[in-house]
């Protein structure tokens, strides 16, 4: 469905908004007598404002404007998530490691996110359950926002149409290179040497295998990839207290790891017939915490 320029760039800065701002809001709100702190009421709200933050704003606008699923660039055939099977290989093996080099060898670390599920007071399936669900909703909520801002960035600003092999090796190895500079000055000894290079190198290996899959001579739009790029960057910033009150250096490092998963996530949906391999990837990125998720929080709290 044709979407206007001034529609689009109003998606995009609404979208944009809510996850720019949205924690500004729900910082209030805690703050708040009747807020509950503890217990399932507050764990349930955690798990809504996620969604909220996140796949809601482009969920509500792609069914405005009766997109669906072309709002999120999802329109084409369903069999290309096949492709992206082997887009979770780096993935997996990543958060894998990660785990082990976090906490030891442990047979959970196999398990991802239910795995490590930990709530205090609650037993042990009403904490799984919450694990899936946590899973669910912040898996889907990354993929529609991060597939909506490539589709409408694509539609809201003009830039010139970039061949999806270029857009990947200039802004996927170059969100590497960057994070490698950024990680290096960032850890300061062996401990936090060893879980950042492997982040980096996992990053690397995604956008090496991307680009295998990556076979169309298609152009797309360079604002498909920067503005989803530019907000997500932003994002962390804020997300480590902002340019001058927070870690800007650990905020910039996470905004070069998900680049680097962002540029992968808009190049396929650019190439319309492997779109769908992205929700493959998008499950292993959120069932193995690795650090490379686009989400802030995601960096935040798995303690990138």
């Known amino acids: 469905m044709y979407v206007s320029r001034d529609d689009a760039r109003s998606d995009v800065i609404l979208a944009g908004a809510t996850t720019l701002f949205g924690g500004l809001v729900i910082g209030l ?9 503890q217990g399932i009421p507050a764990i349930a709200l955690d798990l809504a404002w ?16 009766g ?12 069999s ?16 894998v490691l990660r785990q082990f080099v976090a906490v030891g060898a442990s047979d959970t670390a196999l398990l991802g996110r239910v795995g490590g599920a930990g709530f205090a007071g609650l037993d042990a399936v009403t904490a799984l359950v919450i694990g899936l669900l ?29 061949s999806l092999t270029e857009l990947l090796r200039t802004f996927g190895i170059g969100a590497c290179a960057v994070a490698l500079v950024l990680g290096l000055l960032r850890s300061i000894g062996p401990t936090q040497l060893l879980p950042t290079l492997l982040q980096i190198v996992g990053l690397a290996a995604l956008v090496l295998v991307a680009d295998r899959l990556v076979t169309s001579r298609r152009a797309a739009p360079r604002a498909a990839v920067l503005t989803p790029v530019v907000l997500f960057t932003v994002a962390h910033v804020f997300a480590f207290g ?63």
């Open 67 to 78: 997109d669906r699923l072309g709002a999120f660039g999802l329109d084409g055939p369903r």
């Open 134 to 162: 946590s899973f669910a909703i912040t898996a889907v909520g990354a993929l529609l926002l991060t597939s909506f801002l490539v589709t409408r960035g694509r539609e809201a600003f003009r830039s010139p149409d970039v």
């Open 242 to 304: 902002g340019l001058f009150r927070g870690d800007l250096l650990a905020g910039l490092y996470g905004g070069a790891l998900a680049a680097g998963t962002i540029t992968v996530t808009a190049v396929l949906l650019e190439t319309r017939d492997r779109a769908w391999s992205v929700v493959p990837l998008y499950t292993a990125l959120h069932w193995w915490p690795s650090c490379i998720s686009p989400l802030p929080w995601e960096f935040v709290t798995a303690g990138c």
């Open 50 to 65: 996620i969604f909220v933050l996140t796949g809601l704003v482009p969920w509500l606008l792609a069914r405005y404007r």
């Open 29 to 37: 709100l805690s703050a708040l007598p009747f807020y509950p702190q």
């Open 80 to 95: 290309g998530w096949r492709a992206g099977l082997i887009l979770t290989v780096p993935v997996v093996v990543l958060g």
